[in-house]
């Protein structure tokens, strides 16, 4: 998978020289589809200012660092982030194993109705995915607070039994969404509730119409 390189932002702003360090890292960030903010967050950083400094040109990728990325990003090897090394992954490498760690290769979605085209696809632990097999970066403002814009959602297939009251994502004929999922009088049909429920109405729909349900499993991007 080829992805252009913005070169413009990977100046250095204090003499506006290429910044290979920040053009590496970047790239990392840019695959995961989080904000700098919520990379750094996800892979362990209590804040992001570190890469904000590596972005100044004040610092490079130190060896740490690399380590943490690779651990959760593997297909980054630690001698690319460090240096420019041939970088190391595949899109056709479903599992990875480092020590006793299973890393398996998931589709990410940007739009719930549009679940055939992947962005990409990120590498995560087994542990972390605990059965999901797709995640979708939240573009529906309805689900606030509890799934801010932009937090990438860990799916599992779950048609096959409903708890009422979670949240699951919901696929229809045309579109998708994440709703909580509630019972009605009528046994054929579910009421679809959103989180925000002052802004957004409840919706019914005929079970008949839904072609997958998908049960949220964790959220990742936000604390």
């Not at 589809?33 to 130190?62: C, D, V, W």
């Not at 297939?157 to 009088?185: N, Q, W």
């Amino acid at each position: 998978m080829c992805y252009p390189l913005l070169v413009t932002a990977m100046k250095n702003p204090k003499n506006g020289e290429y910044n290979a360090d920040w053009h590496r890292l970047y790239e990392v960030i840019r695959r995961s589809g989080m904000s700098t903010n919520a990379f750094a967050y996800h892979i362990g950083l209590p804040r992001a200012e570190n890469l904000y400094q590596i972005k100044k040109g004040n610092h490079g990728i130190s060896k740490q660092l690399a380590q943490t990325i690779n651990r959760i990003y593997p297909e980054f090897s630690v001698a690319w982030l460090l240096s420019g090394e041939k970088i190391q992954y595949s899109d056709t490498t479903n599992l990875l194993r480092i020590g006793n760690t299973t890393i398996r290769k998931i589709p990410v979605f940007v739009q719930f109705d549009d679940l055939a085209t992947p962005v990409y696809h990120s590498y995560l632990s087994e542990d972390i995915l605990n059965g999901a097999t797709i995640a979708v970066i939240n573009k529906d403002e309805s689900l606030a607070p509890k799934i801010p814009v932009g937090t990438i959602v860990l799916l599992k297939p779950g048609g096959e039994r409903i708890v009422y009251g979670e949240i699951y994502l919901i696929a229809l004929p045309d579109y998708a969404m994440i709703r909580k999922i509630r019972s009605t009088p009528h046994p054929d049909e579910f009421r679809l509730e959103a989180i925000d429920r002052d802004n957004y109405d409840d919706i019914i729909i005929n079970r008949s119409k839904i072609k997958e349900i998908f049960a949220v499993e964790k959220l990742i991007g936000f604390p």
